[in-house]
Structures are given as C-alpha cells and as structure tokens.
T-cell receptor, first 116, second 113 residues
Framework: DQQVKQNSPSLSVQEGRISILNCDYT??????FLWYKKYPAEGPTFLIS?????DKNEDGRFTVFLNKSAKHLSLHIVPSQPGDSAVYFC???????????????FGQGTILTVHP | KAGVTQTPRYLIKTRGQQVTLSCSPI?????VSWYQQTPGQGLQFLFE???????NKGNFPGRFSGRQFSNSRSEMNVSTLELGDSALYLC????????????FGEGSWLTVV
C-alpha cells in the first residue's frame, strides 16, 4: 500500500526556471510533511516541511504547497540551479496508530536534473 | 551542533555473518529510527526507538533488530546476512515531539557477498 506517491520518476529543467515536484498521499492521518534531497550513497538532507494547518511554507528558493482536499503537495524550486540536481523525496511522519511521528513513509522519489 | 553520525560508513560481509551498525543522534534528540534503502524498494522504515524503547516497527524479518542506550545512541543488528540485505542503512534522529523534523546521517553502506 503506497501511502505516499511521487508519480514522476524524473524531471528535467533549465537553469533559472522553476522546478515543480509533486507528491500525493492517501492516508488522511498524515498531518505533517517533509521534503528531502538525496545524492547517491548519502543520507537524505532535510529541505523544508509543512504542517497541515498551513497551505504554504517558504524557505528561500524552496516553497511547499499543500492541498489537503486533494491530498496533494508540491515543492517549488525557484530559480533552479545545477546544484539542485538530485533525487527529491516527500515523506510523511506518522505511525499506523497515529500516536507518534516516529515513522517516515517515503514516496518513490523524483530525479531532478537542472541543465546549465 | 554535530549531526547524526553513523559508523561504519562502508563494510563488506559474507552471507551468514552478522553485522552491527551504530548511530549517534543529534544531541538532545531522543528518537532514533532506522531505514533501509535499496534500488528496488526505495527507502523503507525498519524501526524507531524512543527513550530506549522500540516505539515503531516496520515489516522486516526478525533477523533485523535494534536497541537504544541511555545516551540515545542506537545500534542495529542484522543476523544471518543474505545477499538481499545489501543496502544503504540510514539512521535518523528527531526530538520525537509534535511536528518533528527528522535528520539523517550519511548512512552505512553494507555489501553482502
């Protein structure tokens, strides 16, 4: 049961343009979401998070939007830079009983390539 | 502030052996969780420890176990290694509170031959 889905395996963008990475979820108990950037054979690096009480959170070039009714979130990177090329994961922390945030459920990841 | 530290970074083991991986969380963090990343299965949750107690567990066989010490440092152990256990093992730490941000270590890359 894939509770967090990233349906686009890859995205290619020109430097300076906007990158939009999408994520869908099915579990209505998820009320907090995180985005991570990951290089091969390294640990994920935390980028930005959003709570379900918000519909937008911004940090520098990164903005995350949450549409609760559609169970959809997106990460916008503006402007995109070649150094942003990596795999991006969305993740939701919640255990099955909804009693703790200790378990991250990850999407499959989207490979972002930013061309100079 | 030091990040999440995992040791060893790389190791090679033979089928049937056992392995222990270590994780030191960010100072003050009481929750430590472990994940396995493989090309076919993506990032999968193994287990979480909070204040020395296992609080959450993923769908892995009993060969995978872990523990947490009073200083919040954690270890995970895999016994009777199989070729399919070759993966990047990631440790993450968080405060364990409301709306946590979860930080990852660099990972331990295990190859089983």
């Amino acid at each position: 049961d894939q509770q967090v889905k990233q349906n686009s395996p890859s995205l290619s963008v020109q430097e300076g343009r906007i990158s939009i990475l999408n994520c869908d979820y099915t579990n209505s108990m998820f009320d907090y979401f995180l985005w991570y950037k990951k290089y091969p054979a390294e640990g994920p690096t935390f980028l930005i998070s959003i709570s379900s009480i918000k519909d937008k959170n911004e940090d520098g070039r990164f903005t995350v939007f949450l549409n609760k009714s559609a169970k959809h979130l997106s990460l916008h990177i503006v402007p995109s830079q070649p150094g942003d090329s990596a795999v991006y994961f969305c993740a939701a922390p919640r255990n099955a009983g909804g009693t703790s945030y200790g378990k991250l459920t990850f999407g499959q990841g989207t490979i972002l390539t930013v061309h100079p | 502030k030091a990040g999440v530290t995992q040791t060893p970074r790389y190791l090679i083991k033979t089928r049937g052996q056992q392995v222990t991986l270590s994780c030191s969380p960010i100072s003050g963090h009481r929750s430590v969780s472990w994940y396995q990343q493989t090309p076919g299965q993506g990032l999968q949750f193994l287990f979480e420890y909070f204040s020395e107690t296992q609080r959450n567990k993923g769908n892995f066989p009993g060969r995978f176990s872990g523990r947490q010490f009073s200083n919040s440092r954690s270890e995970m152990n895999v016994s009777t290694l199989e070729l399919g256990d070759s993966a990047l093992y990631l440790c993450a730490s968080s405060s364990g509170g409301q709306g946590p941000t979860i930080y990852f270590g660099e990972g331990s890359w295990l190859t089983v031959v």
